[in-house]
Structures are given as C-alpha cells and as structure tokens.
C-alpha cells in the first residue's frame, strides 16, 4: 500500500477543525487526521507492506522547464508552495510519528510523491493499492497485476477503488491510457493548459480511436485525416511544441532515484521512547493508540 502523504495530510486539514490542538495549543488536526486514516486503512485493508511518499520537491525542476506554468498558481514566494500557516508546523510532526511507527517514508530529491509513488509501483512487480485523492495517479491503473487506486474523494471510510474498468466507465478511454488522455485534456489544477478546444469528450475519442498519444501524433505528422473529430485536427497541429514536452511533465516517473527500503508494516513501533515523547507533546495518545492496535500480530 502505498501512500499519497500530502494528498493525505492535507485532506486531513481541511476535514478537521484546527481547534485540535496540541496541550501548547497548537494545531495537530492534520497529524491526528492523518494516523486516524493510516490506522483505518491498515484494519480494512491488511497491507503486508506500506510507504508513506512524500514530495521531496512539490514543482520539480525538469517538469517546469517543459511547461512553466506547471503548478504556477500555487507559489506563495520563490520555490515555496502555498501552505496554510497552521499546517507547515505539522508536517516535521507528520514526519517524527511516520519514522518512531516505523513506516517507511520515501522521498526523491527532485521529484514529486507521485513519481515516489510510480517508481515504487513500478519496482514491486506484484499487486499494489495507491491511496490518493489526485486523479494523475489513475495512469497506473494495471488489472493484470493489479495495481489499483483506492480513491479518497469521498473520505477514507468511503474510497472508491478505481482500476481499468472504472476509468474506462468514467472517461470512456481505455483502461491504461489516462496519462495519454490528460495530456491532451490538460489539468487547470496543475496548470497544464492541455490542447485548447479539446475537452474530455474529445479527448477521449481521439484517444479510444488512435489508441495512444504517440499513434494519433504518427497520424497527425503523417497527414492523416480519417478519424480526427472536426476540428481537431487543426487544433492538433497548433498544440504540437505542447504535445511534444507535455507528456513528460504528465507521466509519473517509473525511475526516481530512491534507495532500497523495507516496506514491511511493523508489528511494533520502531522507536517506542520517541513515540511516547510525541504523544505527549501533541497529545496524540488516543489516535497513536488506535494505530498501534491496528498494526498486524
């Protein structure tokens, strides 16, 4: 199992009043919010095996460079993302409570949790479950393994575990061919502007009908005309520096640099003393508690 953490800890604070606080009166609806999720997925789901992936870099460098609007709208200052005030402290906490547990938590300098998330999918070989609230990680939807994604949109309690057929219902795309499809779509909640006047129903012909990106770009490049919705074509044909920089920025990496880790979901907390000292100064006793009890015998 493994876990988009930012997508995570921030529906937490959104979802829970941040008059949860620790006994010095600072907010930790965001950490207790998150360990009462982990501990809800670990008992409903029984992973053998968990990471919590960060973003060791929410707007990586290699992705701007292709598109500079890419995650634009979201810069408080610099290179800083627009965090709440009130949940930039609870983050290093986040942080603490992930390593005295003993769940492993990766991150890749340079690189985003989803590419964490790819590359770790992409090394396990076997059955994989992502725990998100971001649709970009709906490319990796793969049933033959499977790799399915358990989609929070509608609370942790209520997740819709989305894998090639449910993305074949709701896009009318093939299963495995949601990166394919947003490109083109685009996405204004990262930025990607996608290709003006094609929304998802074009989109999603252009895609059902070529089969991928790469084939309905050959066709385009080619001269072909049979099987481009009207319009689009041109359409198509303006958007091509956008066609050829954008699938890298959309595709989630299969190859992050990330050192071998044991994703073994502990029996016990690795450092109990820290885990201890954590409760106390926040006040984490009873959601650390029910995490505990969840962890498998």
């Given at each position: 199992?493994?876990l988009?953490?930012p997508?995570l800890y921030?529906?937490a604070?959104?979802?829970?009043?941040?008059s949860?606080?620790?006994?010095?009166?600072m907010?930790?609806?965001?950490?207790r919010?998150?360990i009462?999720?982990?501990?809800?997925l670990?008992?409903?789901?029984?992973?053998?095996?968990?990471?919590?992936?960060?973003?060791?870099?929410w707007?990586?460098?290699?992705?701007?460079?292709?598109?500079?609007?890419y995650?634009?709208?979201r810069?408080a200052?610099g290179?800083?993302?627009?965090?709440?005030?009130?949940?930039?402290?609870?983050?290093p906490?986040?942080?603490?409570?992930?390593?005295a547990?003993?769940?492993?938590?990766l991150?890749?300098?340079?690189y985003?949790a989803?590419?964490?998330?790819?590359?770790?999918?992409?090394?396990a070989?076997?059955a994989?479950?992502?725990?998100?609230g971001?649709?970009d990680?709906f490319q990796l939807v793969?049933d033959?393994r499977?790799?399915?994604?358990?989609?929070?949109?509608?609370?942790?309690?209520?997740?819709?575990?989305?894998?090639?057929a449910?993305?074949?219902?709701?896009?009318g795309i093939?299963g495995?061919?949601?990166?394919?499809?947003a490109?083109?779509r685009?996405?204004p909640?990262?930025?990607?502007?996608g290709?003006?006047g094609?929304?998802?129903?074009?989109?999603?012909s252009?895609?059902?009908?070529?089969?991928s990106?790469d084939a309905?770009?050959?066709a385009?490049d080619?001269?072909?005309?049979?099987g481009f919705?009207?319009?689009?074509?041109?359409?198509?044909?303006a958007?091509?520096d956008?066609?050829?920089?954008?699938?890298d920025?959309v595709?989630?990496?299969?190859?992050?640099?990330?050192?071998a880790?044991?994703?073994?979901?502990?029996?016990?907390p690795?450092?109990?003393?820290?885990l201890?000292?954590?409760?106390?100064?926040?006040?984490?006793?009873s959601?650390?508690?029910?995490?505990?009890d969840?962890?498998?015998?």
């Open positions: 199992m493994l988009d953490t997508s921030f529906r604070f959104y979802g829970i009043p941040d949860i606080t620790a006994p010095d009166g907010p930790v609806n965001a950490v919010g998150l009462d999720m982990i501990a809800t670990v008992r409903a789901h029984s992973p053998t095996g968990m990471a919590a992936t960060m973003d060791a870099d707007r990586p460098a290699f992705r701007v460079a292709a598109i500079p609007t995650k634009a709208h810069v200052h290179d800083v993302e627009e965090v709440p005030d009130t949940l930039v402290p609870q983050i906490v986040i942080e603490e409570v992930l390593d547990v003993g769940i492993a938590r991150e890749a300098p340079g985003e989803d590419d964490v998330i790819g590359t770790l999918t992409h090394r070989g076997g994989v479950d992502i725990v998100t971001d649709r990680l793969d033959s499977p790799v399915r994604v358990l989609y929070t949109v509608r609370g942790i309690r209520n997740l819709q575990t989305v894998d090639e449910f993305v074949t219902a709701k896009y093939p495995r061919a949601y990166a394919d499809f490109t083109l685009g996405d909640s990262d930025g990607l502007p290709v003006a094609v929304g998802e129903k074009t989109a999603a252009l895609i059902t009908r070529f089969g990106l309905l770009l050959s385009l080619a001269g072909v005309t049979e919705p009207a319009g689009s074509r041109t359409r198509l044909a958007a091509r956008y066609l050829r920089v954008a699938p920025v595709r989630v990496a299969p190859d992050a640099p990330l050192p880790a044991d994703l073994t979901l502990p029996a016990k690795r450092d109990p003393e820290a201890v000292r954590l409760a106390d100064r926040y006040g984490l006793d959601p650390l508690n029910r995490l505990l969840a962890l498998p015998r």
